[in-house]
């Protein structure tokens, strides 16, 4: 759906924002805007990655930037998807998809526009979406810290499968941000050297939004270093409590060899030692308490547990 958005003030540039584009929506940006079928193949493209397009033969900008998508219940952990922004003239496009409309939907607040309708032209009003996508992220990844300080107080007590799944999709999502938040700066470095007739006021938005990035780069290579760290810890104390329990088992079945070693001799139909008594079972029981004692004494003493 193709709708034009309106200011609370006249401005010099229009703004047309399209929601999940369809075959009408791309037939009628085609002849009523002139939009080449090129164009079109690169923003109906929900695999798109980050960069930035220059049209010589229509004289259109092209910039898609990646954004995060939070868990839902089939995808456990944050991904990302593009949208995809098309300056032509005084015009500038907005594409996106249902996962990411939630970008655009904080524009529907009136003060929002109104600092929208700030923006001396189309470049600025550009670099003000690009501002706002950014910091998305680092929203993201705050939530992620949270989310692993939580697992973090958890492992100091105990730590079991569902923890170390929720561990697991928090690298996952680490990942999945990096990625992007890179693939994102090298756009927007890219917009130095592109065709775009930034003004003064735009190119100080454009530092803005590479200092958000910036920033959310070194934040998720922070969360990510000490995600790693507390995934090998847990690990390690995985192992390690195996590795007791599997000491524990082994002991205690070396221990109680003796009993069934020596019931196996006595209750041979054969002529044994103290054996004409009825009270040798006595004995027997107090020699195989004996040894046992004597064996887990012994392997204490060598720190078998």
């Known amino acids: 759906m193709i709708k034009q958005q309106t200011f609370p003030k006249e401005t010099?540039?229009?703004?047309?924002?399209?929601?999940?584009?369809?075959?009408?929506?791309?037939?009628?940006?085609?002849?009523?805007f002139n939009f080449t079928p090129d164009i079109i193949s690169?923003?109906?493209?929900?695999?798109?990655?980050?960069?930035?397009?220059y049209d010589i033969h229509t004289h259109s900008h092209l910039l898609v930037y990646d954004v995060p998508i939070w868990p839902t219940n089939s995808i456990k952990h944050f991904t990302?998807?593009?949208?995809?922004?098309?300056?032509?003239?005084d015009n500038v496009f907005t594409f996106h998809t249902e996962s990411t409309s939630y970008i655009f939907d904080e524009f529907n607040d009136k003060h929002m526009r109104a600092r929208l309708a700030?923006?001396?032209?189309?470049?600025?009003?550009?670099?003000?979406?690009?501002?706002?996508?950014?910091?998305?992220?680092?929203?993201?990844?705050?939530?992620?810290?949270?989310?692993?300080?939580?697992?973090?107080?958890?492992?100091?007590?105990?730590?079991?499968n569902k923890d170390l799944?929720?561990?697991s999709n928090i690298e996952k999502?680490?990942?999945?941000?990096?990625?992007?938040?890179?693939?994102?700066?090298?756009?927007?470095?890219s917009l130095d050297h592109s065709q775009l007739n930034f003004?003064?006021?735009?190119?100080?938005?454009?530092?803005?939004?590479?200092?958000?990035?910036?920033?959310?780069?070194?934040?998720?290579?922070?969360?990510?270093?000490?995600?790693?760290?507390?995934s090998a810890t847990s690990n390690n104390m995985m192992n390690n409590n195996l590795n007791d329990t599997m000491k524990f088992l082994t002991v205690w079945s070396i221990v109680l060899t003796i009993p069934t070693i020596l019931t196996g001799f006595y209750g041979m139909n054969v002529t044994l030692p103290i054996t004409k008594s009825p009270f040798d079972w006595i004995f027997i029981i107090i020699l195989m308490v004996s040894l046992m004692v004597w064996l887990v004494i012994l392997m204490r003493k060598h720190h078998f547990f």
């Open 12 to 32: 010099n540039y229009n703004w047309y924002n399209i929601s999940n584009l369809s075959e009408q929506d791309s037939a009628k940006l085609q002849t009523e």
């Open 42 to 53: 690169y923003i109906s493209d929900r695999h798109e990655r980050p960069h930035y397009d």
């Open 80 to 89: 990302s998807h593009p949208i995809t922004f098309l300056v032509v003239g």
């Open 118 to 160: 700030e923006a001396n032209d189309v470049t600025e009003l550009l670099m003000i979406f690009l501002l706002y996508s950014s910091q998305y992220f680092q929203r993201a990844i705050t939530q992620l810290d949270v989310e692993r300080n939580g697992l973090d107080q958890k492992l100091s007590d105990d730590i079991d």
């Open 165 to 167: 799944v929720e561990l």
């Open 173 to 189: 999502s680490l990942v999945y941000l990096s990625s992007s938040i890179q693939t994102d700066l090298m756009m927007l470095h």
């Open 199 to 230: 003004t003064k006021a735009a190119r100080e938005r454009l530092d803005d939004v590479l200092i958000e990035s910036n920033q959310s780069s070194e934040m998720v290579q922070i969360s990510h270093q000490v995600t790693k760290t507390l």
